[in-house]
């Protein structure tokens, strides 16, 4: 059972909805626990995937944990992975203890908000028997700044299906150009991701007005949608640029759309492994991004693309430009980045990592009574002797 608080278009729910899709069903059986509403992502997937929605009403709403635990009790869950930190992280891990749920599982995808870990998630350390993280430095982040247990940290690296994401074939970034009006020899640099203030987009907009200073033919895509979009828009009418700025919403055709691109740029101020870069890469298109979180072991700089500093608007807007106007050296590094997706980024192994993590958890509890250490008192959010 994975617990979100909903699955609109993003990173993480893009990435648990492969990891659904290519669990091997005599091992794993999956399903999603959405707090709130199930978002475009969990409805698409309900068809298929058995999706529970709208368990929490409010920031306040304490009968949540009744309604977990209930939940977990009747569908008999073995494994509960929180995805995020936030109220899903607490309210997951708190509902599994009480149901006597066997593996307990918290898998973080960013170095800061939103999942910076509370004081209260840190609390409920005890209970869980796995922190997940998506690279090398992000596991490091997580034993020496959220001080999680060194050995209860495992990374299990983010990977994209590269059949999916591949090089525009049969005239697609052509097909792209024409549903927007535009020319069929239109640079296009986009993004793909929820329009939330952790993905700075009013950066992304500030290095468009930017780059089309040099290269004024340029448009841009934002393929995406949430809470910051009236706020992007507003940035765009002051920067003057409305028309070159094409705002996508929610779309299911992402691949077609990221494969068109000419420039992926990414703008966040703080990320783990974002699934989106690994998504560029694969499509043979370079990416420009700030430097943050794990990015550099993705976006080698000089070879599959540029790092920036964060808010540093003019030199992301000359890597874009140097990208746009040198079709040798964008090839060069489109093929590079997929290359190097190919050979790291294997959704089937990361797929193998979440089977096998959860299969030797439960394994080794299985030789462990448990159910004493769930009888045993919770008092407040503090857990006392839990048998961990």
């Known amino acids: 059972m994975f617990v979100i608080t909903s699955m609109p278009v993003g990173g993480a729910e893009t990435l648990l909805v492969s990891l659904l899709d290519r669990f091997d069903p005599a091992r794993v059986s999956g399903e999603v626990i959405c707090l709130k509403q199930p978002g475009p992502l969990g409805e698409q997937i309900a068809e298929r995937i058995p999706v529970h929605a709208h368990l929490l009403s409010g920031k306040w709403?304490?009968?949540?944990?009744?309604?977990?635990?209930?939940?977990?009790?009747?569908?008999?869950?073995?494994?509960?992975i929180t995805v995020g930190a936030g109220d899903k992280m607490f309210w997951g891990r708190l509902a599994a203890w009480f149901a006597g749920v066997p593996v307990?599982?918290?898998?973080?995808?960013s170095t800061g908000w939103p999942d910076g870990v509370g004081k209260l998630n840190r609390m409920l350390t005890p209970l869980t028997?796995?922190?997940i993280g998506v690279a090398d430095s992000h596991g490091e982040f997580m034993r020496s700044h959220e001080r999680f247990p060194a050995e209860r940290v495992h990374v299990i690296r983010n990977g994209v299906d590269t059949d999916r994401f591949?090089?525009?074939?049969?005239?697609?970034?052509?097909?792209?150009?024409?549903?927007l009006g535009l020319a069929s020899d239109t640079p296009l640099v986009g993004i793909v991701a929820a329009l939330r203030s952790e993905k700075n987009h009013s950066m992304?907009?500030?290095?468009?007005?930017?780059?089309?200073?040099?290269?004024?033919?340029?448009?841009?895509?934002?393929?995406?949608?949430g809470p910051e979009r009236a706020a992007i828009e507003d940035r765009?009418?002051?920067?003057g640029i409305t028309d070159r700025v094409h705002m996508l919403g929610t779309r299911h055709d992402t691949p077609r759309l990221v494969a068109a691109l000419d420039v992926f740029l990414l703008t966040s101020h703080n990320e783990a492994s974002p699934v989106s870069i690994l998504e560029a890469l694969a499509a043979h298109v370079p990416v420009v991004s700030t430097r943050v979180g794990s990015i550099a072991e993705s976006v080698i700089h000089g070879k599959t693309g540029y790092l920036v500093e964060c808010d540093d608007v003019p030199a992301a807007a000359a890597s874009v430009a140097a990208l746009l106007v040198d079709d040798h050296r964008?090839?060069?590094?489109?093929?590079a980045g997929r290359e190097q997706v190919l050979r790291t980024g294997s959704l089937q192994s990361m797929v193998e990592g979440y089977q096998q993590l959860v299969e030797t958890?439960?394994?080794?509890?299985?030789t462990t009574d448990r159910a004493q250490a769930h009888r045993r008192p919770v008092v407040g959010a503090f857990v006392k002797d839990s048998g961990r």
């Open 104 to 109: 307990i599982a918290s898998a973080l995808h």
């Open 361 to 366: 958890i439960y394994d080794h509890q299985a």
């Open 166 to 179: 591949q090089p525009a074939v049969d005239g697609g970034g052509l097909n792209v150009r024409e549903e």
């Open 129 to 131: 028997d796995a922190f």
């Open 204 to 225: 992304f907009v500030d290095v468009a007005a930017a780059v089309l200073t040099q290269e004024p033919d340029t448009h841009f895509l934002i393929v995406g949608d």
């Open 236 to 239: 765009c009418r002051q920067c």
């Open 61 to 80: 709403d304490f009968a949540v944990l009744w309604r977990l635990t209930k939940l977990l009790r009747s569908r008999r869950a073995d494994a509960v």
């Open 330 to 335: 964008n090839q060069q590094f489109g093929a």
